[in-house]
């Protein structure tokens, strides 16, 4: 019966993020095992090859092996999946606003940008995998949700559940916050990313939800470690991840270094907004580039790696070497030839000039290089700029401050950070995660504080800067002050189509051919009704599924519950992204033109409407907070006798501010049903 | 101009946080000093006149300082604000639900709240001061943003601007927030328990003003307590917080280690909703008790603390002293009589028939320690249960798992809070901040995910228990099935009164005399305009200021932007809670009666409307989301010239479940505009 559903549902529902959990810990897990390995295996082959002073040999074999990764993942990214290119941040929080942009969820995105970002990483170039992580486990996470991929014939019958909008919607959440727990292994950090950053729409059953696949992350992520720690992974663990080792060094602190923390976070918001602002620019040229062709894409991809290249090998030499002391409490780190060494673990590790060149060189390779046809993330570059300028400033500040070096280093990456991404709590918490230290937490704070706030005077945070530039008619939070003075029914996309109650096919086809709209108004009059009035608001893509189904009237007479017995409700479950029926596609006799369908049953009789004088800063609170695509504006002399009933739709795109992106963006959503 | 009255407005924002955050440090802070030294002074006068073997004098003197004190709360509790009795944290919860319950917010409750917590804690009852300190934390905020108390001429003009409903809700979410960290050092543990417990309407720019809050806090309890670590607070940080000392323990486990964790985790779950239902009997049984009068409050608060007295006195001559053994690595600690002590700092360091004993003496007494007329908390007493079942369950298992009994006892304190509360990434978050150990997060997780779905299929979390005794009519996230298939109609709440757009003063007065609504519908029809159709929604209090302003008009027409000449906004700013005018209080003459009031230009022209057809789910839903308080029915007929226009509201009581518990709320909620 009924509750047999039910339970099903509700144990799908925990399955599925269970799986998206298990899935993500693997890939991530993965990911890493093998840009370890490759990157690994480059490493001591160059290093080999400098061992026995064969200096040109290994800057040959460094910048071929480079160059070869770094071509394969452009070629894959250009010829397989553009989705796939960049960090997938963007597009996912896009998403999660309700604009789909088209193939970000597909199978092939998803091969092209595990497989992509592997080898750009291992390449060398200055990209990390966090943000494909994140996308990668969204991807995997849509696919579930979807049941499979048709086209691939890898479909489970028992996921029908979850053809739904909102259902495939929390999972991708589930799913991004399980990406960025993979990536950072920051369980708690994971979640709090997903609600911060993320999700439009957040309801507190999802908070609990994402734990759990967060939880199944760690879980898996610790299993597969302490696998790898029995010395079967290859070269596993033998780089890793960026950890900041600020456990064993002293942590403590007074209100005296609290000018020192502030003035770093300053720094950090002035950085990171010129960050946003000269990304911002590059991309620009890079879309000019990029959209040239594909020879184009690979030849820019190309050249940053050659560039990131000459100047990984050409770098170290302009620093010197100190000979090891001999009163050095450990043996001295080497491969292979003894008296090499920066003063380790000391706060005179390393010299201001390297800090320096390390700092420009990051800063800027960063932003060069995240634009290129491959999958690149932000969050690497960025913590590891953010962590040299602030060691860099520990040098400085000398005697000044009894602060650790290593944990200027933390709160640089912190500032940094802030003044890029403009998150808070989830930062904070990903990088107490990321040391393993709570005491830190008032200095982060304070830093993620300052440097946000200063940020945010110059410009939008990075993700919101990359989604304008992609076009996506992003529904912000906040109404603009001159939306208080507009109403709603200033904005209404007109001139509206609406159909009758029992409507003639012909009429339907014609509507659905000459208009875009993916809703429509249903309206009642005579003779069915004593006066006209609207009776509710009915889907392109419904209507599509009665057209195939040619459930036609040859007389216009209310069918009641009969019309449902020839339909299930597969048939309207939501199809996978970019797979909704066409118009075009379905063929209509002439004969079949001429009768009717009794759109009755099929029509959401409950919309959420508006009066015609609601003001469009309230519509759009309204979208924001119902996750609304259509509102159903309702004029206030409705039902009255003489006049046609006008209603109309207030559509998401005229709500946003940016009208030239609009038009980008209705081509880029086609897929959608907005 | 307006761009500075924007400015002042945001500034004002973040220095009301700025404040609420200092307030909170050092409210929390004074609190744990008071009570420290308050019960430490007690316990070193027991203690000395144990030594001298005087045990009877020890006991009377215990008995009659806890005694004193637990009168005292009773007393100021019973006497001087009833409503500051308990958490606290339900009423505040509710209050964000939008559940005004009387003199929650006033100066006497914050008082009573802050004195009334300090004695009952000091008299060693088992009640917390967590909860008191979210309330108290809350109070402040709730005063702070209504510009004060007038009562007691503490009022700052400049705090005009929050004298509106969604700056002083999002005041108190920060509060709350501010309350926790302050009672647990937990900043981040904070924001998540507001985010997740306590606020219904979430914003993500909340997100990063209770962060900001929180942050305050810490700096300000961290500066104070390095003010008392140079010896100036008494005996504050002689006894302490509770700490989990795990930090120097090994905390390595394994896979291996999983199945005990998830019993942990089950019995966790059994026990936390046993306690709930048991709790919940037992304040069945107290609130009859307590509204037999302040007598028989005062009786009960004192029956308790004579048994706590007794038992506290009474059970350690249970247990069994060990001689300190020779080979000890430290000197055994002692108070002046040396030999006596308890294998500390081993997994033996208590014995299973203490821990059993002390675990008994927990559960039940915390059960009975609630309800009683005084400030009492929740979360030490249930922290304390579940850390001694945990490590009972530690001793049980023996060499079974190599996990560290300390660390049982955490996981055990994780799944009781996680069987009572019910809360998952806050008390996760919470535990990691008290305990300052990260690699206990996937353990904690587990513990929690489990014992939470244990207890979820039994009851509800204890809050909500508590606000169902008390009768709030609190709004949940969710529909109950029944609700899809009514429709608002079916619960609208008539017979409906509106006011036409130009009013008869008498008829506005009857209305409002013979009915309690708080919102109204106006109706525009001839002869100012062609048919009837609603034009917009009004509030009483809105009305009530235009009744004492005598803005009245002697013959009926249109007075257009005239009407605010002799009204500002600060008229229409909202008061303080439970100082809402009367309709009674209002005198207007015969004369008056007669006159004419243009409701125009006060009335919300774009209210929040819904179809008659729109189920009550949705309704439901639209609440929620939106934060509503009112939501006008819209007829679809509604502009028919002959028919009269039937508009209606949807208030919230009817959408609640419980019926019976919707009258006594209508009477807890007299001060609110619901």
Tied chains: 1, 2.
């Excluded at 199944?216 to 470690?225: H, K, M, S």
């Excluded at 099929?602 to 004088?613: D, I, K, L, V």
Aim: charged share 15%.
């Amino acid at each position: 019966g009924e509750k047999v559903e039910i339970f099903k549902y509700i144990f799908m529902k925990w399955t599925l993020c269970f799986l998206v959990g298990v899935m993500g810990g693997l890939v991530g897990f993965f990911i890493n095992l093998a840009v370890e390995n490759v990157a690994g295996t480059k490493f001591v082959i160059t290093s080999n090859l400098m061992l026995d002073r064969k200096f040109m040999h290994a800057f040959g074999s460094f910048a071929a092996i480079n160059l070869g990764l770094t071509l394969f993942s452009a070629i894959i990214t250009a010829f397989i999946s553009p989705a796939a290119a960049g960090s997938g941040i963007p597009e996912v929080k896009a998403y999660l606003n309700g604009v789909d942009a088209p193939g970000i969820f597909s199978v092939r995105t998803l091969v092209v940008k595990i497989l992509g970002n592997i080898s750009v990483v291992s390449a060398s170039l200055y990209v990390g995998k966090a943000g494909p992580m994140v996308h990668t486990v969204s991807c995997i996470a849509a696919l579930l949700s979807q049941g499979g991929s048709k086209k691939y014939r890898l479909t489970w019958r028992w996921l029908r559940f979850f053809k739904n909008d909102r259902d495939r919607r929390d999972l991708i959440t589930c799913g991004s916050a399980a990406g960025l727990a993979a990536a950072f292994r920051a369980p708690v950090g994971g979640v709090l990313f997903a609600l911060e950053e993320m999700a439009s729409w957040w309801r507190s059953a999802l908070l609990w939800r994402t734990f759990f696949t967060t939880a199944v992350v760690a879980v898996i992520l610790r299993g597969l470690i302490d696998v790898c720690n029995s010395g079967k992974c290859g070269l596993f663990g033998k780089g890793g991840l960026i950890m900041f080792d600020v456990t064993s060094t002293n942590t403590s602190y007074h209100v005296a270094d609290v000018p020192i923390v502030l003035l770093l976070g300053f720094i950090g918001g002035l950085l990171g907004s010129l960050y946003n602002s000269l990304l911002d620019k590059t991309l620009r040229v890079y879309n000019y580039i990029n959209n040239k062709g594909r020879a184009q894409k690979i030849i820019l991809a190309c050249t940053i790696c050659v560039v990131t290249t000459f100047l990984l090998f050409g770098l170290p030499w302009v620093s010197k070497c100190k000979p090891c002391p001999a009163d050095a409490s450990e043996a001295c780190p080497t491969i292979g030839r003894s008296g090499n060494y920066k003063n380790k673990n000391t706060d005179a590790e390393f010299q201001p000039t390297s800090l320096l060149i390390f700092f420009v060189t990051n800063y800027f390779l960063g932003i060069l290089s995240y634009g290129i046809a491959a999958p690149t993330g932000l969050f690497v570059p960025i913590i590891l700029t953010g962590a040299s300028y602030g060691r860099f400033i520990g040098r400085l500040s000398g005697s000044r401050t009894s602060l650790n070096h290593g944990l200027f280093a933390v709160l640089g990456a912190a500032s940094f950070l802030g003044g890029t991404m403009r998150m808070t709590v989830s930062l904070c918490v990903v990088l107490l995660e990321i040391t393993n230290n709570l005491l830190l937490l008032p200095l982060v704070m304070l830093v993620l504080l300052v440097s946000k706030t200063v940020a945010d005077m110059f410009n939008n945070n990075i993700y919101d800067i990359i989604m304008k530039l992609k076009g996506f008619p992003y529904l912000e939070a906040h109404a603009e002050p001159y939306m208080r003075q507009l109403t709603v029914s200033d904005v209404v996309k007109g001139p509206l189509q609406s159909f009758d109650g029992i409507e003639k096919v012909q009429n339907i086809v014609h509507v659905l051919k000459t208009t875009g709209h993916n809703g429509f108004p249903v309206i009642d009059g005579p003779p069915f009704s004593d006066y006209r009035a609207w009776f509710g608001l009915i889907l392109r893509e419904h209507i599509l599924v009665l057209l195939r189904k040619k459930n036609f009237l040859s007389v216009p007479q209310p069918t009641g519950t009969d019309a449902f017995k020839q339909l299930s409700s597969d048939d309207f479950a939501k199809k996978g992204s970019g797979k909704a029926d066409k118009i075009e596609d379905i063929e209509i006799t002439e004969e079949e033109m001429e009768m009717f369908i009794d759109l009755h049953p099929f029509t959401n009789a409950s919309p959420y409407t508006a009066g015609e004088t609601m003001s469009l800063a309230k519509a759009l609170l309204m979208f924001r907070e119902a996750g609304l695509r259509h509102l159903l504006v309702v004029p206030k002399d409705s039902g009255l006798k003489g006049k046609p009933c006008s209603l109309c739709i207030a559509l998401r795109v005229p709500l946003t501010v940016h009208v030239a992106a609009v038009t980008y963006a209705e081509a880029a959503c086609r897929g959608n049903s907005n």
